[in-house]
């Protein structure tokens, strides 16, 4: 454990490479279902946020994915047109729109997220219970940005 104390360079440029081939492996399992429909890594992004956090606004989706609206309305745009999301008018906000995966988008959704769970999944089992709440521990200050 001491010598997590005094990380060197090497040991943090290491990590951080791997945490790229770990997220490059990840997003290119689900790839060639992508590419089907001509979709890329932002409509991922977007299609797991709205699978996630049913009814969230363009607001909200704007902050949770940290982009601009002009970027996010170009796939946002491609996901309704290929009926993957639907936009409802909120009840209280009439100028607020919340996003849900329509039914088309559910059955992508799943077909894609189950590319990913494979590899993820076998990951977890062939893990100890320790290390993976460690892990996930450990992923959760790197997103926190905690020092």
């Given amino acids: 454990m001491k010598e997590l104390l005094y990380l060197k360079d090497d040991q943090i440029k290491e990590f951080i490479q791997l945490l790229y081939y770990a997220y490059r ?19 991922l992004r977007a299609l797991h946020l709205i699978e996630r956090y049913p009814g969230i606004n ?15 309305n170009r796939v946002l745009r491609d996901l309704i047109k290929s009926k993957m999301i639907k936009q409802i008018q909120d009840e209280n906000d009439t100028r607020k729109k919340n996003l849900f995966l329509d039914k088309e988008g559910k059955i992508f959704f799943e ?37």
């Fill in 111 to 147: 077909t894609v997220y189950n590319s990913q769970k494979k590899r993820i999944f076998n990951a977890l089992k062939n893990s100890s219970s320790d290390s993976v709440i460690k892990f996930k521990d450990v992923l959760n200050k790197i997103i926190d940005g905690k020092k």
């Fill in 58 to 72: 363009l607001g909200e989706l704007i902050f949770k994915l940290k982009v601009t609206k002009q970027s996010l």
């Fill in 25 to 43: 492996e990840t997003f290119l399992d689900p790839r060639e279902i992508l590419s089907k429909k001509f979709f890329g890594p932002a409509h």
